[in-house]
């Protein structure tokens, strides 16, 4: 599962996503669309992404959330 994350996205939608997701014990990337891996989301909360999304993209995937 792909769930990309850039700078202003709802943290709560991103956290509560990829949480449920790997408890479930789906393969989940979190992929920045920023030039940084750290990601400031909506309320100053910092996300730090497993990759680049450049890189995530020559992946494959079953599912892509937008948070």
Same mark, same amino acid.
């Given at each position: 599962?792909? $769930? /990309?994350?850039?700078?202003?996205? #709802?943290?709560?939608?991103? %956290?509560?996503?990829?949480?449920? &997701? !790997?408890?479930a +014990?789906?393969? $989940?990337i %979190? =992929?920045? %669309? #920023?030039d940084?891996?750290?990601? %400031? =989301?909506? !309320?100053?909360? +910092? &996300?730090?992404?497993?990759?680049?999304?450049k890189?995530?993209? #020559? &992946? /494959?995937?079953? &599912?892509?959330v937008? /948070?």
């Amino acid at each position: 599962v792909l $769930v /990309p994350v850039a700078n202003g996205s #709802e943290e709560m939608e991103a %956290v509560i996503i990829i949480d449920v &997701l !790997r408890r479930a +014990k789906a393969n $989940v990337i %979190v =992929a920045s %669309v #920023e030039d940084k891996l750290e990601v %400031v =989301a909506s !309320r100053n909360v +910092k &996300l730090v992404a497993d990759m680049f999304l450049k890189e995530a993209a #020559e &992946l /494959p995937y079953d &599912l892509i959330v937008l /948070p």
